[in-house]
């Protein structure tokens, strides 16, 4: 059951992301209506894989699946977008947001799904679900955050060229772009924080180790580093427009590899009970076992 509606949940993301790049097309209401719908329809359907997983039983509950990963966040992503659009309407966002979600649940229906065990110390630690819980939040404003950050670029460039085209039609003001993302990574940078701090100490339960610094590990704190320097000239220099859209551009690519090293190098079920588990950024141990989504093959 969670299996079908995880597929089915990526179908309506899917048409969702095609009916937002019909609308720069052919700017109609009607197109954005159904975008939002499809949105939200899938975001129930991908929620609804989660609860029936994890009714499924305690087999298996701490236990994690790689390709999970991306499929929760997947689900954060959207629920941040559908918040913020009912906000601020703004639809050329899904546009980019969409087909961003799409990718990100891709690897949860082809990233190998070995099972891996999360370290008995851990298993009924109130650490697991609050690094869980800021490492997605923190994930998905940054994500929305450079999905808004080359929306911003994009029509920055149109402008400068004066080749305002579609796209430019359809933006609000790059004024009200270069905040919300901003605002976003703020966000993104305090729940990153919270991350890193309650993943060192869960770390530091399982393995003695506050941090491993690997090169995954390395990644996660570069790009808090950036964001934090981000946050500094915002503040202090008063930093706005193309440079800050550059930071969070290359900030959010920090952490892609930080995801990129976390399935790379997890650990296997079988692995040594000494293996790091968490990474400071992400839900490395238990995130899809405590939710698990059903998606493993």
Sequence with gaps: MATALVHIALIAYTAGAAVYLVWLLRPRERFVAAGRILLAGGLVLHLGSFAAAYGGGSEGLFEWRGGQLFSLLSAAIVLVYLALDLRYRLPVAGSFVAPLV???????????????????????????????????????????AFALALLYLAGERQLKTKSTGRLFARLPSLELVDRLGYQLAVWGFIFLSAAIATGSFAAKESTGFALPFAAKELFAILAWALFAALIQARLVAGWRGRRVALIVVAGFLLIIGTYAGLLAGAPARSGPPTSALLLPTTARAGLAGVLNAGEGR
Excluded at 116 to 141: D, E, K, M, N, Y
């Design 102 to 144: 799409v990718a990100a649940m891709i690897p949860a229906h082809l990233v190998p799904s070995r099972a891996r065990a999360v370290a008995p110390a851990l298993t009924h630690s109130l650490l697991l679900p609050l690094h869980i819980g800021a490492a997605t939040l923190g994930t998905a404003a940054l994500g929305l």
